[in-house]
Nanobody, 127 residues
Framework: VQLQASGGGLVQPGGSLRLSCVAS????????IGWFRQAPGKQREAVSC????????YYQDSVKGRFTISRDKAKNTAYLEMNNLKPEDSATYYCARNPYYLTSSGDCLGGTRFDSWGQGTQVTVSS
């Protein structure tokens, strides 16, 4: 069971990146998936989640309108499309799975019941 995040890099403010989260050893389609990030010296925080049952999506306020979470069940992969990136978005981004149906933003942003944290991918937004 593994989740592997990729797609990070160095981008200028206002730029875009698409992160991928490839699942192996399990069916990503029967889990809720979350994207999280951690900047140096800061706590890990939830960025966005998608619930497995109805596909409902949740976002941290600071990324609403800029980030979009999605998943491709055929590819067993989740994505985080990030647009209009800001320096404060710089962090290591991780994906994780949750076996429960997310019923509120709190289920996502609280970050509980997520497991199978894989290696993250570094996103640096700088001019």
């Amino acid at each position: 069971v593994q989740l592997q995040a990729s797609g990070g890099g160095l981008v200028q403010p206002g730029g875009s990146l698409r992160l991928s989260c490839v699942a192996s050893g399990f069916d990503l389609g029967i889990y809720s998936i979350g994207w999280f990030r951690q900047a140096p010296g800061k706590q890990r925080e939830a960025v966005s989640c998608v619930s497995y049952r109805d596909g409902r999506k949740y976002y941290q306020d600071s990324v609403k309108g800029r980030f979009t979470i999605s998943r491709d069940k055929a590819k067993n992969t989740a994505y985080l499309e990030m647009n209009n990136l800001k320096p404060e978005d710089s962090a290591t981004y991780y994906c994780a799975r949750n076996p429960y149906y997310l019923t509120s933003s709190g289920d996502c942003l609280g970050g509980t019941r997520f497991d199978s944290w894989g290696q993250g991918t570094q996103v640096t937004v700088s001019s």
